[in-house]
């Protein structure tokens, strides 16, 4: 930085005279960029330098130009709930302002500073972004994501100076207009600010958004990173649908690699200079191959996600308490060098209460007509309104259903009164669902075609209350709201567990109040996730040509085809362990039957047909068998990634369908062989006792398993002698049948006997209040229900436990 005069410090200033105390001098966004230059850096956090010009600067703009008498005069006719009334008045300002010269002063500042950063570059002109900042910017009850412009890639005095002008005419935007109205904001008491910072070669790589917390749920443990390539506007904008990853933050903070999950976007297109044409960027397609591939490596992913928890931390200190942060980042196509570009505190999530949790319910579902990433976990009905372009939203009615291709942030003061939103392109950081979450709103992004699928007028329900998938439905199906005060349930002291089958919900889940997860079952994960018969994927080789192309078309841009199975599956893990982190999590590895192992990709040729694949060639007996031994290694090699790569040892494992203690021997034998060795680095072994002669040699069993889950549902047909797939035979299906309780009454008292656990992850409790009453009688360590069971069960438990 070069000697600044105090006439200059009042006009300008470098980001090393800039801290988070003077967001009334330079606005939120700079006094963040300030702040992370001045303080992270030197911790090696690669922040750009630049300069910002001050709120004093704007004002004298304004006084000199007379800008401060006309604009008050044209605002005294304004109407924000007009939209016609809105853009015609917002227009004329940013006329005035445009055609009103900067005052000599101030022009001179800037040029000054801009050619201290060319003198820097070896006297090259340097490439800036030039970026508004409102001093009312980023507070932490409004993010005022997107009210004002961005330039980049501007390089020499004159279009520096130009793209100044430009954001001082983005203060009166449309939409920054509607906005501080509705915040009550004064239009006049609000400056900006202007952050002119070096670019980062990022139209040469990649860029993109992440956030300290999960942006869905509210989950405070993961870092959310949205990554395509080239300039991170797209992403910002939601012009393409970038990839998504997701990184724990407690076990990486140990030193360990936890990725969570790696969702592979579109990215379709890419932001890149446009240094010979008549704008500063310009959109290229990304070839088939390019999209194909992620964006980021594993290394960048964890090095972004680090600083994430550093900045967090940092703005924590600072502040007295969490702050999740928001974030943009750049990697430097020349250097290789990651950079964060922007960072301010998070505002949807962070505010809201713990104590409450809301839970949307559909009732009935009419026909699909759409997915896409949801946002939120609302559901909303209403006609279709299309919108095209922004002539067309003085059209838009107050409970309507906006499609679009993506929202522009001109938008915001017709998506306000929205019933919810759908858009063909965007991730879950882009601009239509950050400003849907600030407003409350369910919507669906990067659904692809809802523009060309979805009719004007067409009633239809969005329905984001389903995990990460939002859903639309034709017709506006009925739903109903349960509302829950967390704060005032207590904890029972039999362990209320929860079955998660789906780790897209995991995050959400573990906001019920819950004791662990009693079941994960990996089926579910294999089946949504790999969707690849493990078989098919270790003799791919030898596949036909048809199965190939099905494999290739699953696994996309991987070449290790077996590594793919470890990859998805130790992801699908992953996601719940972490969310009930440091609680309990038992994994049940694969229970599939040989009829349901063939429907997968390539799985038919691998699979016997069996008369009757219930009790056929299933669960524990797999696992060491000549034909599935190889197979079972890669969900070995799965869970070792989670417990030790990941550093999540919360997580148990469990044994299904293990008829002898012998199979129990062999079994665990096997998974030694993958460094899988009972009681080794806190590593549990339980055994599901679904079979009768889990129960008549339970002692036999509880001495080489840690524990016993049981499994009402098979326990059930096994005892009654009812298979539980045939109709016809239904009716005699009955957990609560004297036999079967005698059955698990006599297994829970040879387990109290030898000191191992015991719980219950069947469908009975969640199903039958009094079939829970007589578990806690008898004694059970723990119940794991399905989610929706959860609060009533836990509610009814602790009246069985106070009579008790």
């Known amino acids: 930085m070069s000697v600044a005069t105090q006439q200059d410090l009042d006009l300008v ?3 090393d005279q800039i801290s988070m105390d003077d967001v009334a001098v330079v606005g939120g966004k700079n006094a963040s960029l300030g702040e992370m230059y001045r303080e992270l850096t030197p911790r090696g956090i690669r922040v750009p330098n630049g300069f910002a010009t001050t709120a004093e600067a704007y004002r004298t703009f304004l006084r000199e130009s007379a800008l401060d008498e006309k604009i008050p005069e044209v605002l005294s006719g304004l109407n924000t709930s007009d939209v016609g009334n809105l853009q015609h008045h917002a227009m004329i300002i940013r006329h005035m302002i445009l055609e009103s010269p900067l005052p000599d002063a101030l022009s001179k500042a800037i040029v000054e500073a801009y050619h201290h950063m060319c003198d820097a570059d070896q006297h090259q002109l340097a490439d800036v972004a030039v970026r508004s900042s409102a001093t009312a910017e ?14 980049l890639n501007v390089r020499g005095q004159a279009s520096l100076l130009d793209a100044c002008r430009l954001c001082y005419a983005s203060l009166f935007t449309d939409r920054a207009i509607s906005y501080r109205a509705a915040r009550g904001y004064d239009h006049m008491q609000v400056a900006l600010s202007i952050g002119i910072q070096r670019m980062v070669r990022s139209d040469l790589a990649t860029a993109g958004v992440m956030f300290s917390i999960d942006t869905e749920t509210g989950f405070r443990n993961a870092v959310i990173i949205n990554a395509a390539y080239g300039l991170g506007e797209n992403v910002v904008q939601g012009s393409v649908n970038p990839d998504e990853y997701c990184v724990f933050k407690p076990t990486l903070l140990d030193g360990h690699r936890p990725i969570l999950k790696k969702s592979l976007g579109s990215k379709s297109m890419k932001l890149i200079y446009d240094d010979g044409g008549s704008k500063m960027t310009r959109n290229v397609t990304v070839s088939t191959e390019q999209a194909n591939q992620y964006a980021l490596d594993d290394d960048d992913i964890l090095q972004l996600a680090r600083w994430a928890c550093e900045i967090e931390q940092h703005y924590s200190d600072r502040k007295g308490s969490d702050c999740p942060m928001d974030m943009e980042w750049a990697k430097d196509g020349n250097t290789g060098e990651l950079f964060i570009v922007q960072a301010r505190p998070e505002t949807v999530q962070s505010q809201r209460s713990v104590n409450a949790l809301r839970r949307y319910h559909l009732r009935q579902r009419g026909t699909e007509l759409l997915s896409g990433r949801a946002i939120g976990d609302k559901i909303a009905n209403g006609p279709v309104r299309l919108i095209r372009n922004v002539q067309e939203l003085s059209q838009f009615q107050e409970g309507e259903v906006l499609v679009t291709d993506k929202t522009d942030p001109d938008w915001e003061p017709v998506m306000k009164r929205a019933a919810g939103i759908i858009t063909n392109r965007g991730g879950r ?13 369910p919507a669906i992004v990067g659904t692809g075609n809802a523009t060309e699928v979805l009719k004007p007028k067409q009633p239809v329900t969005i329905s984001c209350a389903e995990g990460d998938t939002g859903h639309v439905y034709e017709g506006e199906c009925d739903f109903e709201v349960e509302t829950v005060d967390l704060g005032s349930i207590a904890r029972p002291k039999t362990k209320i567990m929860m079955n998660v089958a789906s780790p897209d919900e995991a995050f959400a889940f573990s906001m019920i109040p819950n004791d662990g997860v009693g079941l994960a ?24 040509e048809t199965t190939r192309r099905e494999v290739d078309a699953a696994t996309k841009n991987y070449d290790d085809k077996p590594q ?3 990859d998805k599956l130790a992801e699908g893990i992953a996601m719940i362990c972490a969310a009930f982190h440091p609680k309990d999590v038992i ?6 039957k040989t009829n349901e192992y063939a429907n997968l990709i390539g799985g038919e040729s691998y699979e016997p047909v069996e008369s009757n694949p219930m009790i056929g060639f299933r669960g524990a007996s797999r696992y060491y068998h000549p034909s599935f031994q190889v197979a079972f290694g890669l969900e070995c090699q799965a869970v070792q990634k989670v417990r030790c790569e990941m550093g999540l040892r919360n997580l148990k494992l469990m044994i299904p369908f293990c008829r002898t203690v012998e199979e129990g021997k062999r079994v665990q034998e096997e998974m030694a062989k993958y460094g899988l060795v009972r009681g080794e680095d806190g590593l ?56 079967v309780k005698r059955a698990i009454a006599s297994v829970i008292a040879t387990a109290k006997q030898s000191g191992t656990k015991i719980g219950i992850c069947g469908q009975a409790p969640s199903d039958y209040p009094d079939f829970a009453e007589f578990l806690v ?15 009533p069960t836990t509610l009814h438990v602790l009246e069985v436990e106070k009579q008790s």
């Not at 980023?138 to 330039?151: C, H, I, N, W």
């Not at 009768?692 to 002698?721: H, R, Y």
Request: charged share 25%.
């Open 777 to 791: 009688r008898e004694g059970i360590d723990s119940i794991s229900l399905t989610p929706d069971a959860v609060l």
């Open 521 to 544: 079952r990996e089926e579910f994960i294999i089946s949504n996730y790999v969707k690849v018969h493990p078989q098919a994927l270790l003799d791919y080789a030898n596949l036909d």
């Open 138 to 151: 980023d507070l932490p009850d409004a993010s005022f994501a997107g009210q004002q412009e961005t330039y």
């Open 429 to 441: 950081t882009c601009h239509a669902a950050i400003v849907s979450r600030e407003l409350g709103l």
């Open 564 to 566: 793919f199975f470890v």
């Open 587 to 592: 994994v049940r590895l694969s229970d599939f």
């Open 13 to 15: 200033r470098w980001f």
């Open 684 to 739: 549990e072994i339980y055994v599901m006792c679904e079979i009768p002669s889990n129960v008549l040699v339970a002692d036999q069993f509880a001495e080489i398993f840690d524990g016993f889950s049981i499994g009402s549902n098979d326990l059930t047909q096994l005892i009654l002698g009812v298979d539980r797939d045939s109709e016809i035979v239904a009716h005699v299906f009955d957990e609560r049948n004297d036999a």
